[in-house]
């Protein structure tokens, strides 16, 4: 048996993670997994059900992100049933999304990853949470807790709940907005641009004072994919774009088609499967990095600033260093803040047609959109009477499934060095799981750092080292 | 100050979401407790806390497990949403045989190492593990309800209980169903996107659709019906007064909506028994 | 609680299958047990009113005839009357019905016969024990009758009834006295006594939309001409004999039970012929002979007159209130009770019952979604405790079987089945239930959790129900519900509802035993 480092638990991130870290006889790091500790069933138990409660149903896939399930699965729907929708109900949904995105991009960066930066990565493990942060900075928790807020407030004005929306339904929107959730909506908007602007200068001076570690932290060469449309960064519709380390278009394509380049594979260690780009068997990263190494463009003014400094690093190349995910969430929130104030502006959003009727019959459909931490994709079947005969989900975690594992490989490898363990090992690891923000680490991040332990086994299973932090 | 202990089974982390849901209310709660354990916190263990908070359906030995070190370690464990107090979405997959389900999705590769836990072969509310004092249903319970009842608790009061029926709150009007007439309050049942409009204040029942809101626990404001012009689905679990919903829901319907239609035009064990399933008097499969 | 248990030989029929001493001494821990060969001498009752008084019982169970027999038939029923005089509260007496039930339809096996009483006793000791008491009223009954019909019986009946004092509204849907002319030659007298009588009131040409109340206090609804009017009586006079066309009208007004043939359907076709089950309202079976027909119409008159004779009438009031912790205000009980008992009060969202109207069938108790609603006399948690305790049954390698009842058709029928000598499987464990519309679907899947491998259904032909919408309501349940059991796993065919003419044959015996043969060779996995 080899060494195995064991990080247990790495908990709530939609479920229950796990790493651990083999080791050889050396006590250099042959390889790490990322063990996804449950499994709920969703597709099975879906079967049999009204393809119509289907949005219904996956929002509680993911208390986090349930905006994006609740979209996928209505897109799913409308590719079953084959019916377009009003402009303004897609408008809506735009909206919708985004303001989840801006919420749950906020929660992400400000409650998660500011204590890092606000308080130092070495600062007490103690006060390193939320907590801290209202002690050393109230204005910035405040400004954070705000954000939220008006995220929140779109999601839950526009969606009929704050967390699992409900509103989406095949043909368009249950209920069109008032005047009074317009203006509630809209007056909050200039200020969060105003945050997300605040967000985008921490981030970069983040990159300034990290400026050696950043490009090579956890730095591996893999295929990134997104949705755009013709290139230009998209969230809710469009085709699926997936570049090479390069830049190179590898392929462009409805995600009707998906099965057709994505394949899964199943390891016996995780109750998470593992996609791979089915023709060359790749690994493919999803979210926030890979968005803008798809796009080559992005349409408000001052995220397209933003943008167009980001590109200059790799001078138009993606990036590839996992840090970076960090840059270009805070780009992707200031373009939301910026998207909904657009939108809101926009006569249309107010229009009473918002849906259209739409008939059951059999068929199949996918449907994508980009959930806060990646592509999402549904894809239902369904019978005459519209029950549900075989679903398909694979949420942005599972496609950066094999990513994850090897980030953490890298920076177990980088930095455990014999058999001895310190504070700093446990950060790099859980920093490197925490760039791509993992569904199952946004939860654990909700306000501080999760508990992590790790044990340093020798090959007969002694414990050789152990790290509990807090 | 009284100690809090929080932590989460299985479910998708949207109890805990609607805590932070307070905003700026909830840094009150935070001076107003001290959290001894948490994932919002670094913590790794404790060894007592006042009051124990956990969120999610018993679906995993581990679950088990942290069940049995909540109760054992906190003087009051609440169960959090409708998961923990009724199994919630999670629960439906007691519908199936747990071979089956991971069958389906895994085939003959099945994860199997000792480094994931096992599945128990059927979802539990925390209630049918370990002993619980109160349950806030609600998926996820709406935060300014689960503050008040921990700030009662803190103050040594009873959390109040609110279990009537849903249509307590709804805004909708109800005609039809108020008239002393044996008849059909609709001659068909439709789903929500094949109606011409969704009248926003007719009662849902009255215009074919099957609503949960009868049969479903008080608590959400009605949101959905009033609100968002969605009939509700029921995630607010039953009310006190029952445990199969889903048969609850057949025994109601079939005087009040014509149930040859519904039997082929609605999903009846999917819409009675979404968010109750684990808490069913006939677990799962019993035919085994 | 204080019980006193009292068991029937019944003279032999009983003990000869089983020992009924030796099943008593397995209940001495409760207040009272006692072992009659018979309940129904003055000597088995005076025992039973002493023990009340001395151990201070709440209440009283009767191991021995079937309940219905205790309804049915005069002496039976003073027994009960006796035993409520004597201070327990009708919804505290309960009947375990070992003879028609467990002795007689198995005595080819006597142990299992004992086993099966044990339980059957168990249940009914349960049914005291969760059974809230009925609020009892007191009030003088109106002293007038309507009596509708001006046939031979009718003009009988209010003869006699206006020559002892009271007050008669005459009914009939047409204008003049329904009597064939040698028939009309005999009554000429008594025709022109009624007619011209001072507390005579006709009505003719006259439909009876409603009756609503209980006996003693009655209200009638009629009307002529598209105009209403509104009567209060204290008894309901159906004086429709055998015309078939005017008791098909009137049935579904006054809410009688009809037999086969369409008749109304007496307590007792030999000793209590003109008395049904809503009591204070009386009938005339079919009669062919002038005398026949006058001895029915004297016999109601007799029976009316001893009801209203009383200064102050007691009522056991079956009705639940409604649990203002759940109840949501959704409908769904207003919507389903045929006989508009329920009703919204709309400002604080909570069904209200109205007891005049109330019939007892339970029909909104099933239909309640949130569990608001109860049956004093069919508790919920006595019918979840019943099934539990009959499932005990200890396999013999046959399946089990629960055969849910309803009190108007399945129930006697199965007593007919014990007093025809039919013979049956032992583990099918008989329950009885108010009404089809009383079988709420939770009990099935209770049923199929505590270990029945089947559940049958005894109910009403869908005409013949006397809660006109309780057999039709269990149909729709149940079809819905089988989508619920294959769900489980259960195969759906192991639900079975049967309809059958109540107090005809023994068709509930031979059905139930079908039932369990094919359950034999029932897959045990979906």
Known sequence: MANIVTIDPMTRIEGHGKVTIHLDDSGTVESARFHVMEFRGFEKFCEGRMVWDMPLITTRICGICPTAHHLASVKACEAVFDVELPAAAKKLRELLILGSGLEDQALHFFFLAAPDFVLGPDSDPLKRNVLGIVEANKDLAIKAIRLRKIGKNIVERVGGSSIHPVTAIPGGMSKSITGDDRYSMLKDADEAISYAELALDIAKDLFIKYADLAPSFANFDSLYMGLTKDGMFEEYDGAIRVVDKDGAIVADFSPQDYANYIDEAVEDYSWAKFPYWKSGGETYRVGPLARLNVATNIDTPKAKVAFDEFKAIGNGKPLSGSLYYHYARVIELLYKAEKIKELLQDDEIMSQDVRVKVDRKAGEGVGVVEAPRGTLIHHYQADDFGKLVKANLIVPTTHNNKAIDTAIAMAAKDNIKGKKLNEGVLNLVEMAARCYDPCLSCATHAIGKMPLEVTLYSHDGLVLDSIRRA | MKTVATGILEGCFGCHMSLLDLHEEILDVLGAVEIVYSPIIDTKDFDHADIGILDGAVATEDNEETAKKFREKCDCLIALGTCSSYGGIPGMRNLFDLQDVLTSVYGDKIPSSDEIPKHLPEVKSLDQVVKVDYKIPGCPPLPADIK?????????????????????????????????????????????????????????????????????????????????????????????????????????????????????????????YRYSMAISEVPGRIWR | MNIGLYLSESNGEVSRVFDVSGLAGEYMDLSVVRVFDNFFPARSINAIKADIADNNLDAVVLAGESPLYFQNNREASSIIKEIEKSGINLNRISFANIKEHAALPHKTNPQGARRKAKLLIDVAIEKVKTSPPFEIIEFPPKKRVAVIGASLEGIVIAERLLAHGYKVYLIDKDGKVRMPEEEKAFMRTSVGYVLGHENLQVFSETTVKEVIGRRGDFTVTLEKNGTTQSLPVGAVMAATGSDLEYTDELRSVLYLAVDKDGYFKPLNRHTMATATRRSGMFIVPPADSICAKVSYAESAAMGIIALLDKEELLYEVPVSQVDERLCGGCGTCIKTCMFKASSIDEAKRIAIVDAMRCRGCGNCVTSCPTGARDLLANPTKYLHSAIEILAQLPSNGDPKVLYMLCEGCGYPSLDIAGESDTEYSVNIMPLGVKCGARVDTQLILEAFAKGFDGVIIGKCKEDKCQNLVGSVDLDRRANLFREILRSRGIDSERLRIVAMDGCEDATAAEVAETFLNELKTMEVTV
């Open chain 2, 148 to 272: 008040n009842a921990l700030l009662a608790l803190i103050n040594g009061e009873e959390p109040v209980e609110q279990s009537r029926g849903k249509c307590a709150q709804c805004s909708r009007v109800k005609k039809e169903l108020y008239i002393q007439q044996r008849d059909f309050v609709t001659d068909g049942v439709k789903a929500v996107m094949e109606l011409d409009t969704i009248d926003p204040e007719k009662c849902f029942l009255e215009q074919g659709i099957v609503c949960m809101g009868p049969v479903t626990r008080e608590g959400c404001h009605s949101k959905c019906p009033s609100k968002a012009n969605m009939p509700c689905r029921g995630c607010w679990g039953p009310t006190p007064g029952i445990t199969e919903v889903g048969a609850k829901m057949v025994n109601s319907l079939a005087s009040i909506l014509p149930a040859g239609a519904m039997m082929f035009m609605d999903d009846i064990v999917g819409t009675g």
